[in-house]
């Protein structure tokens, strides 16, 4: 029997309180009519014996206590899959809105998952290429890897995300298998646009699935788009073995959704006002990115969150450092002076990329290489600090050298094309360049093999 | 099992039963028609409270809660070893089997086989009496680890059938006792043990030896008793995994139990990868042959975070009552604490600082207290070393988890976020960090390793502390004013860093060094600094000293002398001597 629950006891922020309700589940989806017409789902958060505290996705705005009538459906939130979601586009609860029609579902999944079973995972070890030189030498990205993008706001991070969409080499040749699931939360609609014709452009819309969650959109849908991206991003990878890559903006907005509606629930806050379990929250979206025994398919995730005043701390880049498998941070002082991508290497890390290069898989000197390159601009650092106090002028010739090395790995190195589609080959042989520049005695993180190999004096005049 | 009480609240993992209940605190008890385990953490006689271990979506006001009359507890037995457990001891490879790569609800496994059949030779006799502690029977449990039956503590007995060896299975009664009142107890291969209970021992002894790991900066300079404590705190990308990682490979402990506390999945494929292809140098076996795992990553329920680091204490604990030494990484007990802290949440208690709980710090030394080196029930020696990684939100070190662990670890290994953006690893910060054994341990390095081993570390540790000073200097007016005895003490400094402290955790000779190679390290660089010392005073220029190549030849002896050749330092100091005559002559 269906029972229609006509008014609701209380109304507090986004949630509604209904009282006497029969058999109610945890976490059950609702709907409710209103009077005139129009339908809201919501979600059961809490309850307490046949009272139960519902959470509405689109807003109480409009809801009285007398103008509803609820229905409970009996389950948990799930999201209808099919393979032709691909080239589809949704809202942040995973209904259709390019006017193309319903799905025709071929299973729908519970849109929170299930955590994949660590002795299932298989651990992440091929590389993708970006075609960027700073994150396929240095931050290497691996396949099955969560690597977000630390930026601010006004930097170029969906310019960064779309190139390495379009450059991406993410399968080792069958390109069929590619597809792009894109969640945008709380976003500015012409950033979601620029995503959608970017896509075009590069001729993958009809590989990209989008969840659009715009910033003028109800919060709580922002709390579920994410989720529903995942559950297809997992739909795809692992029942028809697709390689896909999660492109998720912005994480920042998420984490202040999440906020807002714990504030209204009457949590008891944690740091800056975000609810205590933001870590478990966030973990169970970055924790669905990997692969799987026994699936061909992968998921791969760039999630991008702008730091509040650039702030590494705040709780959300910080939270998020510890969960995903290293981060990519762009600088605002190389942004400003026109060096694109603004990647600053140092605070940057993917924490794979120790078991997906060298031998075998890039290149033997690659590992080397690239903690050399680290080692050497973290000293470059040094000097400039010192530089500032004593004037370039005083400082040692191999200071100055440093300089000019630093200098020119912002340049050549870091600076690259929007369109430039840089090969690992050609990347590290950019590498070893500048390393040339600096004398050989200050290369302690190579050895002598190497150094004879690779390194050539004379490039140092050029 | 009968069900009298039933669900009426429930939020996330917090679940309420209404009116007074005869159930008990921290009693287990499994919740709905799917069984979810939970336990009890709260009662008055109007509400029980319950923590469930699993995700709570879809249950019901009044769906069943079923008590089990026992407090949460792990199946102790042979099967331990070289397995993988959740939070709560249900082994994930059998869950595997059942539910495929995605860990459904409910899934109730046994932590141990009780199929599987162990090679048991009995060692108690008919007549026997056995007390608390007493072994009565043993198998070998992996290649290198005798598994030893031990009678619970509690108990004590004279023998009255025992089993001639054979093979049993853990549920098999090999031993009989009849105790004082003549009731009959049977020994089976396997006991429940409550996991926030520790298990009790005869006394505890004076912690005197080090736990070696092969790590240099660990061993020389900050080293940790077998049986005692440290801290590894350090901001995200600093290496705290990858610290943890090398001295569960690597450390001369028997066994270890490695606690993967709301960390990556990811990670935990990589430990379970990599340590079975790695093979202890000393046993030539696997070293998951002597390792557990317990993983309970970050989207994994979050009340069995809380449990998953008293399940490891108690696996360890068992073991170390076998007269084992035991290390236990945690990694990491802030994710612990926040799981602590989001318990309390629901439970709408007061919180003390940034919302955690104000029982915390009572809780952390409550698992710090667990370690130590013991005499055990049965007369043997068995240590518990506890390794915590902390992740200090914001990596700021001054917030209460890290601030608290400070308080009950006696090592502090603090990770330098400079130090890993210049991947100088492993990234302990020398000049931050420090060990309270030092003193302790000093009489074992003198007698075990080389007399002069102490002295030498504290000129190693006096250079670093004199740079520190001049590089405050440098940082104003530069390096190239300072006198040529001062920069000798910089360029000194940097091979001490760049030759000794750092550590390549990929090259096959420098992921573990041998306590006597590090001696010699230490001789050879203390021994150049004297002579460069001496050489500069008699008027030579440090540039010609680094010109000669000595500094950089030192900064390469990890790599140039091969762990099995490590005599080839000893002529480090003549060819010194040599170079540096030379220059004199000049």
Redesign the interface.
Known sequence: MIFEYIGVKEIQGSLIVLDEVE??????MVEIRLDNGTKRSGRII?????RAVIQVFEGTKGISLVNTRTVLKGK?MELSLAPEILGRVFNGVGEPIDALGKIYPTEKN?I?????????????KNYISTGVSSIDTLITLIR??KLPIFSGSGMKHNELAVQIVRQANITDSEEANFCVVFAAMGVKNDIADYFRRSFEESGVLEKVVMFINLANDPIIERILTPRCALTAAEYLA?KHNMHVLVIMTDMTAYAEACREFSSSNG?????KGF???L??DL??L???A?M????GGSVTQIPILTMPNDDI???VP?LT???T???IVLDRTLDSSGIYPPVSV??S?S??M??GIGAGYTREDH?ALS?QL??SY??VQDVR??AS??GEE???SS?KKLLEFGKRFENEFVKQGFNENRTLEQSLSLGWKLLSSLPK?EL??V?NDMLAKYYSEDTAEN | MECENAV?????PVI?V?GKTNLSMMEMVYVGNERLAGEVIRLDDSMTTIQVYE????????DPVYATGEQLSLLLGPGILDN?FDGIGRP??E??ER??????RGASVSSLSAEREWDVTVTAKVGDTLSGGAVYATCPETTIITHKCIVPPNICGVVKYAKPSGKYKIHDTVVTLTDQNGNDIDLTLCRQWPIRISRPIAERLYANAPLITGQRIIDTLFPVAKGGTAAIPG???TGKTMTQHQLAKWCDADIIVYV?C?E???E???V??EFSALIDPKSGRPITDRTVLI?N????P?AAREASIYTGITMAEYYRDMGYHVAIMADSTS?WA?AL??IS?RL?EM?AE??FPAYLPSRLSEFYERAGLVRTLNGATGSITIIGAV?P????FSEPVTQNTKRFTRCFWALD??LA????YPAINWLTSYSEYGADLNKWYNDNVGEDFTKLRDRLSLILQEEAKLMEI???????VLPDDQKLVITMAKVIR?GFLQQNA?HKDDTFVPLEKQLKMMRAIIYLNRAAKSAIAAGVSLSAIISAGLF?KL?RIK?DVPNDQMDLIDKYPAEIDEAIASLRAQ
């Open positions: 058999c109610p589940s945890f976490e059950e809490r309850l307490e014996g046949d948990p519970n929170n998952g299930t955590p994949i079973n660590p002795v299932s995972r298989v651990y992440p099955g890897q692992f949590e008891i806050p944690g740091r609810p205590g379990y870590y478990s973990a169970s970055y924790e669905r990997g799987i025994k026994g699936s701390t705040h709780p910080d450092g510890y969960i498998e290293g981060q140092l605070p890390l924490r794979l120790k078991d590992s903690n680290f080692a973290a000293k600090s010192l106090v004593i005083e400082l040692s200071d005695s302690d993180r050895d | 009426f609240g429930i939020n996330g309420k209404k995700e709570t979506t879809g249950l019901r006001p009044g993988i994930l490879k869950i595997e539910c495929g790569a995605f860990i459904s901001g995200f990308g993967g709301g990556r999945g990811n935990m494929s990589q379970l990868e993983a990553t970050s989207n994994m979050v994710r926040e802290r989001e949440g709408e919180p940034e919302g992740s939100q914001g990596s700021d976020k400079s953006y210049a991947r100088h440098v940082k104003l007016i530069g390096e190239d760049v990929f950089d900064t790599y």
